[in-house]
């Protein structure tokens, strides 16, 4: 074969992949390729052209050469770069508008005369059906993967994507590889030749593009991945603590029309009038988020490693920290009593919520808390009756509290059994065990409890979110001189104490 015949047998399979849905090349068809090169190579470095095949098929005599005209080759390689640039122009074209390029690519139809094509296949046919299906497969690839990914690392995920057990076996360097070919940054023949540290040096380029695909996957499944952490964390604040949300950083005052602000019912006679009120407002305290983050990356060694657990592992653990640090910034709250919004300790004689001879839970220590909360009243000197809904104690006093509640009778001084008036409470009252109070309080230390009302009728503790967002955000972030792909992981919240009314605590005794 010669030079040109070799450039035109390897062109022509260039082609058929093209056609076969731009596919990358086979095994068989990579072989036949490289073999063409190395034959066409040899023969430019020798100066002549490869040795030429008589009609029969067989070579010509020893010392001879197939005479080729001046130019030939040159002429021969520009011909086929641009067969290689019309048929690449016209396949994206005709993608774009939704139209089979083969036809046009066969027939040898300009980049215009396609254009046209495919001006008038528009018209017809609406919008370019083609380009939004893949735009589509694009988006169920990547929820397949990102599904993929999450299985793997041992996250449930209720509903899979359809193709999500196609990429369960797939390692982060195969799913990076399908990836870079889908954006088109080679065939996957010319990247499983890269070597993992090759590959991911070129992942590190695309990690800051906004369009790149893998980044993208790795992206989602770290999200669901924080989602499903976060929720499992095994904290309590949530249980008893209003929720809010703000609209931004800047302190917010909001005004409440507490139970018993409004005017009492005046009886109406006959054809009487009714009289104008307006209800009592107390303004409550400001309320304000914060921001709180940090950062974690994942490094090369563990993309080498092929660490799929890390899409959900490390993250997950700064979404569990981030819980974690509400809740003892909540308990904190209650164990460190600061003064709230009127100057006054939370919890204090003037507000009618602190029994300051501290014991631990007993019959007559519910019953005396609990009247604390059924004697309160609002801003404007009315009955509100604060129901409890929570008791809320540290680790070692839940068996006592379900003993007290649980149990029918109790023993009287005399040694008989009576009713025990805390047993119809069994429903209503729900026990709040939370070691963050011993930690805070300290070993040896007495450590307090509390009692709670509704928090949909009586406030105590709120907690804000920026924009109602309760989990963490991630952001890919670039750190200079980090080896590895960085991630910003935050939340906005804020903690209040907004009222005092929906509280008590008994100050207790030492845990032994």
Same mark, same amino acid.
């Given at each position: ?42 023969? #430019? ?108 690392? @041992? ?12 990429? !369960? ?70 249980? +008893? ?30 054809? @009487? ?19 709180? @983050? #940090? ?179 991630? #952001? ?10 960085? +991630?910003?992981?935050?939340?906005? +919240? @804020? ?5 005092? #009314?929906?509280?008590? !605590? ?7």
């Amino acid at each position: 074969m010669t030079i040109e015949e070799m450039i035109a047998r390897q062109q022509a399979i260039v082609t058929a992949a093209r056609n076969d849905g731009e596919r990358s090349l086979s095994s068989e068809e990579q072989a036949e390729f490289d073999s063409l090169q190395a034959q066409i190579d040899a023969a #430019r470095s020798a100066g002549d052209p490869a040795p030429a095949t008589t009609a029969e098929g067989t070579q010509p005599a020893e010392g001879t050469r197939a005479a080729a005209p001046a130019g030939a080759d040159e002429a021969a390689q520009r011909a086929v770069a641009l067969e290689r640039q019309r048929v690449s122009d016209i396949t994206a074209l005709c993608r774009e508008a939704g139209m089979d390029p083969a036809e046009h690519i066969r027939s040898g139809a300009t980049l215009d005369a396609v254009r046209a094509a495919a001006v008038t296949h528009l018209i017809q046919h609406g919008a370019p059906v083609a380009s939004r299906a893949r735009e589509n497969d694009g988006d169920n690839f990547r929820q397949a993967a990102t599904d993929a990914l999450l299985i793997q690392a @041992g996250v449930p995920v209720a509903t899979p994507a359809e193709d999500a057990n196609q990429f !369960r076996g797939m390692s982060l360097r195969d799913i990076a590889i399908e990836c870079m070919v889908r954006d088109g940054e080679g065939s996957t023949t010319s990247l499983l030749r890269m070597g993992k540290d090759d590959l991911f040096r070129s992942l590190s380029r695309q990690f800051f593009n906004p369009t790149a695909t893998f980044p993208a996957i790795l992206d989602d499944a770290i999200r669901k991945g924080i989602v499903h952490r976060y929720q499992a964390v095994p904290t309590t604040f949530q249980l +008893w603590t209003s929720k809010g949300s703000v609209s931004d950083f800047k302190p917010t005052k909001d005004h409440s029309y507490l139970v018993g602000g409004a005017g009492e019912f005046l009886r109406v006679g006959e054809n @009487g009038e009714l009289k104008l009120d307006t209800p009592k407002s107390e303004l409550l305290p400001q309320r304000q988020v914060d921001t709180y @983050g #940090r950062q974690f990356s994942m490094s090369r060694q563990a993309f080498i490693n092929d660490d799929v657990g890390f899409i959900t592992e490390v993250p997950g653990l700064y979404a569990a920290s981030a819980k974690r640090t509400i809740n003892k910034q909540v308990y904190k709250i209650l164990v460190d009593n600061p003064a709230i919004f009127d100057g006054v300790p939370l919890f204090d004689a003037a507000h009618n919520n602190l029994i300051s001879a501290g014991s631990k839970p007993s019959n007559q220590a519910i019953q005396d808390i609990m009247m604390k909360m059924l004697l309160q009243t609002d801003p404007f000197g009315e009955s509100i009756m604060v129901q409890p809904a929570f008791i809320i104690v540290p680790v070692g006093y839940k068996f006592l509290m379900t003993t007290i509640l649980a149990s029918p009778t109790i023993n009287t001084t005399d040694n008989t059994q009576a009713v025990n008036p805390l047993y119809q409470y069994r429903d209503q009252l729900t026990i709040v065990e939370d070691g963050t109070i011993n930690a805070l309080a300290g070993k040896n230390s007495p450590a307090p409890w509390f009692m709670v009302g509704d928090k949909n009728y009586a406030k105590s503790l709120q907690v804000d979110y920026l924009n109602g967002q309760e989990t963490p955000t991630i #952001r890919r972030s670039e750190v200079p001189g980090q080896l590895g792909y960085v +991630w910003d992981i935050f939340l906005d +919240w @804020g903690i209040t104490a907004t009222d005092f #009314r929906g509280i008590a !605590r008994n100050n207790g005794v030492a845990i032994n």
